[in-house]
């Protein structure tokens, strides 16, 4: 499946952004989904993850009441309100997709998740 995101820009803290993935080439419904950011100099880490159907959701402690992840599989995209925006937000964020069944958990490791997108970079100014 190919995933391409797009919606970052550079935003004052307290701000909101929109961020969204659009995946196309496998059936969209078939794939848990995940958001995942890295800064600069760190490693990459999960933000928030949801199941095939939506259903199911998860959040990094970080942006736990802040971020809302959800997915649309008629449309086959993934989406990421981010709300509140502090200046440690600021990375490049990725989308990610893992084949699931429809009873999985959903996983935070950025090695279980089999395609990716190409990033984009989320900026929060002080």
């Known amino acids: 499946v190919q995933l391409q995101a797009s919606g970052g820009g550079l935003v004052q803290a307290g701000g909101s952004l929109r961020l969204s993935c659009a995946a196309s080439?496998?059936?969209?419904?078939?794939?848990?989904m995940g958001w995942f950011h890295q800064a600069p100099g760190k490693e990459r880490e999960f933000v928030a993850g949801?199941?095939?159907?939506?259903?199911?959701?998860d959040y990094a402690d970080s942006v736990k009441g802040r971020f809302t992840i959800s997915r649309d599989n008629a449309k086959n995209t993934v989406y990421l309100e981010m709300n509140s925006l502090k200046p440690e937000d600021t990375a490049v964020y990725y989308c990610a997709a893992r084949r699931a069944i429809m009873t999985s958990p959903i996983i935070q490791r950025p090695g279980r998740y089999n395609y990716w997108g190409q990033g984009t970079l989320v900026t929060v100014s002080s």
């Open positions: 949801i199941s095939r159907s939506g259903g199911s959701t």
């Open positions: 080439g496998r059936t969209f419904s078939n794939y848990a």
